[in-house]
């Protein structure tokens, strides 16, 4: 079974991080066998990146890394447990705004994992979504993928994608975030329109490769950004 989440979608600034998980027939047993499996389920209620990146970690370790090593959030992709696999996509915000629509973002980047992971899974592999949503490229049209609201907290390969993709997003915001520090705690608000963080970009403008200008369109924020961070 494959599953595929994404995170940040409704952010201000950083990236939108997209993750397919695919759990081999094996390793779905063993998870569903297991009575303690406090890692699954909706990666918002884990309230602090360690904890995140503790939670993927763990659940790794328990189904037994093959070649990609102990999780590192920097990795984009990974082979682990009995032949399950996760693949890591990521859009900056330069891209969102070249997009000019956070959902054509968000489907490039399912289509991007879905492809990147069907090569090397059985052809009869179930194939998930998290949301109501999904628009297949004209090549990913034969693919049969179905949709599950909710499925974060309800789908055990949804829920994993969940978790690395929290993980990821929560190391690429941490790279950057001592050149930040005017927009508050952006470890903590991860890019988010908290009234804290609009109020620092109302005093200080936008800042280029984190904001995403096409949200901001709407605060009415000064054009120029206040300063340029490397892309992340």
């Not at 659940?59 to 447990?81: D, M, N, T, Y």
């Amino acid at each position: 079974m494959i599953g595929i989440d994404e995170v940040g979608r409704g952010c201000v600034g950083g990236p939108l991080v997209v993750v397919g998980v695919y759990l081999s027939s094996n390793d779905l047993q063993r998870l569903d066998s297991n009575p303690r499996r406090p890692w699954i389920g909706d990666s918002k209620r884990l309230k602090s990146p360690r904890a995140r990146i503790n939670a993927v970690q763990t659940l790794l370790s328990w189904l037994g890394v093959e070649r990609s090593g102990a999780f590192q959030p920097e990795q984009r992709s990974g082979v682990f447990g009995h032949h399950s696999r996760y693949h890591v996509w990521i859009a900056t915000s330069e891209e969102v705004d070249d997009d000019g629509n956070i959902l054509t973002t968000t489907m490039r980047g399912m289509n991007a994992v879905l492809r990147a992971l069907l090569p090397t899974v059985p052809s009869d592999t179930a194939v998930w979504v998290d949301g109501n949503i999904f628009r297949p490229d004209s090549d990913m049209t034969q693919i049969h993928v179905q949709t599950l609201v909710g499925g974060d907290a309800n789908n055990l390969s949804i829920s994993m994608a969940s978790m690395i993709a929290k993980a990821v997003r929560d190391h690429c915001i941490a790279t950057i975030a001592d050149q930040l520090t005017l927009y508050g705690d952006v470890n903590k608000h991860q890019g988010y329109g908290t009234a804290t963080h609009r109020a620092a970009i109302e005093t200080h403008g936008w800042v280029q490769g984190f904001h995403r200008q096409s949200f901001l369109q709407k605060w009415n924020v000064a054009a120029l950004p206040s300063a340029t961070i490397i892309n992340i």
